[in-house]
């Protein structure tokens, strides 16, 4: 624990994060479902890589770095908090981002995200669906070099071992939240692609000894593969905190039975569950990952493979500022 204290942060989310009942939800599905709030961190509208940029920006400062490069989809939530942290911070911004095919055409090249993007005062560079958008951010860090700049390039997601630091310290927080309620919870559902949250819970629940099985619902690919994805990034991160990456073993579970035909791209069942919970709770999901994990999460309640009265807690991490941008879908 004391090494995980010694990592340097910024701060810039809002903390702790509400843990809140879902009751009407709740007795659609037949069980008990807790919500926790990572849409309300704060940052232009909040979400989950508020929690990760709070290490990579300290990682940045350290570092010298006075500009950030950061790669994602056109619709990118992760794209959208770099630009405000960097804005909050003073960092020039460069945003890599790329078309995603099968999306929709009226609103998603101009609304939602996107307009965020400008709005915060990111340069966006558009990579077409065919270019290799990391080859592309690697030319332009090379560039920015040359033109004297410093730049610090952050992954799609905010996802290696810095940034997952924010996840690691959101699981010590919802332990206490839980302990503070006296509330026990039989399984945590999270959406799960660049693999930092998913990874970061289970790193901080591992350091607390809390045995909370974490089931990822896929967005971008099969669950095997993602499975794998976790389990190395857990792994680096126990190992930057001085623990040992055999911890990791047993602990990583994705379904991939839900992101549809690819990332970015809606199915019916998350309009579904995106509507649902909306007309249910009055929470906004989003059409790229909380709807996508949302479904999931409803049809195994429905199917009996989430037992009947067990208390499920859904991570919610964020993302209806992209919902304006698949409003045909919806239409």
Known sequence: MSSFKQQPRLI???????????????????????????DCTGLAGGGNKTRKLEYLLADAQQQGADTLVTIGGLQSNHARQTAAAAAKFGFNCELVLQDVPGTPRVDYLTNGNMFLHELLGATVHQVPVKEDCHQYANSLVARLQQQGKRPYLIPIGGSN?????????CALELIEQLDEQALKVDQLVVATGSAGTQAGLLAGLIIAGVDIPVLGITVSRPGSEQEQLVLTLLQQILQRLGLDPVLANGKVHANGDYYGASYGVVTQDSLNAITTTAQTEGILLDPVYTGKAMAGLIDLCQRGIIAKGSTQLFLHTGGSQALPAYISAFN
Not at 12 to 38: C, V, W, Y
Not at 161 to 169: E, F, I, N
């Open 12 to 38: 810039i989310s809002h903390q702790p994060t509400p843990l809140e009942q879902a009751p009407r939800l709740s007795a659609k599905l037949g069980i008990n479902l807790l919500f926790k709030r990572d």
């Open 161 to 169: 071992a810095v940034g997952s630091l924010g996840y690691v310290r």
